[in-house]
Nanobody, 119 residues
Framework: QVQLVESGGGVVQSGGSLRLSCSGS????????ISWYRQAPGKERELVGV????????NYADSVKGRFTLSRDDRSSTVFLQMNNLKPEDTAVYYC????????????WGQGTQVTVSG
């Protein structure tokens, strides 16, 4: 069955960096776009960024542009979210999801990984 597993979350000080990983299985990984969303307590889930199926297009939320970078390694069926210059407002549970294309609906979600930025 389709499975997405996030890893790499943790506690980091403001200005620090983390790299999140989203590993996929049970589907043809390089045929799908992968998105990262985040949800802070009491807030709605929001898009952080998305990378298309061939890695040639990425879109980011304005709040993370210039700080976060998406990349993918289809040999290992993994998408990476490099997060630099982290801020306390980046604290949230981060989820990855797959979609057929960059502008289509999310079909499956991972279980999430907690990122906490202390200020």
């Amino acid at each position: 069955q389709v499975q997405l597993v996030e890893s790499g979350g943790g506690v980091v000080q403001s200005g620090g960096s983390l790299r999140l990983s989203c590993s996929g299985s049970g589907f043809t990984f390089d045929s799908y776009a992968i998105s990262w969303y985040r949800q802070a307590p009491g807030k709605e889930r929001e898009l952080v960024g998305v990378i298309n199926h061939n890695g040639r297009q990425t879109n980011y939320a304005d709040s993370v542009k210039g700080r976060f970078t998406l990349s993918r390694d289809d040999r290992s069926s993994t998408v990476f979210l490099q997060m630099n210059n982290l801020k306390p407002e980046d604290t949230a549970v981060y989820y990855c999801g797959r979609s057929w294309r960059i502008d289509t609906s999310i079909e499956d979600w991972g279980q999430g990984t907690q990122v906490t930025v202390s200020g």
